[in-house]
Nanobody
């Protein structure tokens, strides 16, 4: 069973940067799709950035050009570099891994292995 632990959240002013990390263990094989999601209070969890098993990336329109997803340490560490942060980026950030198919979260149903989350607060 995959276990994920996020770190790197914090409080910054608008325009600042943060780097989130997600250390994973328990992977079996290489065909995992990995992603960062975020959830603001009262809102549904939304995908921010996806790194598929082939190495392709996809970003939410709201973060394109500002956020970068990558992995290292033989695939055990997933990173989200966040630059030029905005107040609307505030939320709990989660990393997720799912074998074979991309992860998603819809109406509270979120298949895959999820971390516990790390909080990001961006002030104006």
């Amino acid at each position: 069973q995959v276990q994920l632990v996020e770190s790197g959240g914090g409080s910054v002013q608008a325009g600042g940067s943060l780097r989130l990390s997600c250390v994973g263990s328990g992977y079996t094989g290489n065909n995992y799709h990995k992603a960062w999601f975020r959830q603001a209070p009262g809102k549904e969890r939304e995908m921010v950035a996806l790194l598929d098993s082939g190495g392709s990336t996809r970003y939410a329109d709201s973060v394109k050009g500002r956020f970068t997803i990558s992995q290292g340490n033989g695939g055990n560490t997933l990173t989200l570099q966040m630059n030029n942060l905005k107040p609307e980026d505030t939320g709990m950030y989660f990393c997720v891994a799912r074998k074979g198919v991309p992860p998603y979260c819809r109406s509270g149903y979120c298949p895959g292995s999820w971390g516990q989350g790390t909080q990001v607060n961006v002030s104006a």
